[in-house]
T-cell receptor
């Protein structure tokens, strides 16, 4: 049982390049989300999905795109990288429902550290 | 508008002491309040969570206190240990409305011997 797997762990991009951060979970979780973590800013929500085929924007969606064609995968696309997107990106998944969340919460991946130069 | 406000930003506690981190929220529709612990280089992990129909929840040395009327909740770490040194995040969501977690900005806790 691998949990939430994020790839790559580290990435350096040049301004204007595009790339996809991969996220996969094997727990059959309905809910998946992407957060970015910056010093002093906490975890800010980029996009989330409540199930396959359904996505919605979070607090900081500009410059990012997502899709959810399967329950397991939730890739995050950077369309044209900018230095402001330098951050650590976390993917998370969870069951829906209060009782499940109370006991299991969100399962986070180990993160992708992205630097845009 | 920050939906969940967390304080303090950093905290230094002596070994064996009590660590207290506070959070305040605005949205009265929130119905789920977890705390997450994050060690350097790792993703956050669920520490303890509470629902608004309960005023206190205890798991080992960790206790959440919840004050619905004041729209505040706090994490208490009793008998703090150096291994508790980490960043702690409070969060909230409206599970019944299927909304995702919104996080506070985090508290960096250092427990010194």
């Amino acid at each position: 049982n691998a949990g939430v797997t994020q790839t790559p762990k580290f990435q350096v991009l040049k301004t204007g390049q595009s790339m996809t951060l991969q996220c996969a979970q094997d727990m059959n979780h309905e809910y998946m989300s992407w957060y970015r973590q910056d010093p002093g800013m906490g975890l800010r929500l980029i996009h989330y999905s409540v199930g396959a085929g359904i996505t919605d924007q979070g607090e900081v969606p500009n410059g990012y795109n997502v899709s959810r064609s399967t329950t397991e995968d939730f890739p995050l696309r950077l369309l044209s990288a900018a230095p402001s997107q330098t951050s650590v990106y976390f993917c998370a998944s969870s069951y829906s429902g209060l009782r499940s969340l109370e006991y299991y919460g969100y399962t986070f991946g180990s993160g992708t550290r992205l630097t845009v130069v | 508008q920050q939906q969940v406000k967390q304080s303090p930003q950093s905290l230094i506690v002596q070994k064996g002491g009590i660590s207290i981190i506070n959070c305040a929220y605005e949205n009265t529709a929130f119905d789920y309040f977890p705390w997450y612990q994050q060690f350097p280089g790792k993703g956050p992990a669920l520490l303890i969570a509470i629902r608004p129909d309960v005023s206190e929840k205890k798991e080992g040395r960790f206790t959440i206190s919840f004050n619905k009327s004041a729209k505040q909740f706090s994490l208490h770490i009793m008998d703090s240990q150096p291994g508790d040194s980490a960043t702690y995040f409070c969060a909230a969501s409206m599970v019944t409305g299927n909304t995702p977690l919104v996080f506070g900005k985090g508290t960096r806790l250092s427990v010194i011997a």
